[in-house]
């Protein structure tokens, strides 16, 4: 099986700082490239097509959240895959909040409250 190149390569963006940090140590210790932000307008502007395996995207951000800014990177690239993270455990209650052709192919979602371990096995499950 042939690897895409941009197999190992992951977009982060949430507003807390320390969310990025941590997140990104962890991923980057699995072998994951990371490029993470904590503004999602500046995440947008330096996205590139075909560049990502994965998106994981904070729903709740100030300017723009995670389903607004996933929206507009669709724009530019249709086959990227996302994952959202939440805080809240009932984050299942975030597909109401965008249109629903926005989620259409979105199935996955981080509550925070997962251990790292946990996080890093889910975002290794999506990119296969």
Request: glycine share 2%.
């Amino acid at each position: 099986m042939i690897e895409r190149i941009n197999a190992k390569k992951i977009l982060l963006v949430d507003n807390e700082p320390d969310n990025t940090s941590v997140f990104s140590i962890a991923l980057e210790d699995e072998g994951f490239r990371v490029d993470a932000f904590t503004d999602p307008v500046l995440a947008l502007s330096n996205f590139r097509a075909d560049f990502y395996a994965l998106l994981i995207l904070d729903i709740n951000m100030p300017t723009m959240n995670g389903y607004e800014l996933y929206r507009e990177i669709r724009k530019v690239d249709k086959k990227v895959k996302a994952c959202f993270l939440t805080a809240s455990e009932l984050y299942k209650e975030g597909l109401k909040v965008p249109p629903a052709h926005i989620l259409d192919d979105v199935k996955c979602f981080i509550p925070n409250t997962l251990t790292l371990e946990d996080i890093v096995r889910k975002v290794k499950r999506e990119i296969q």
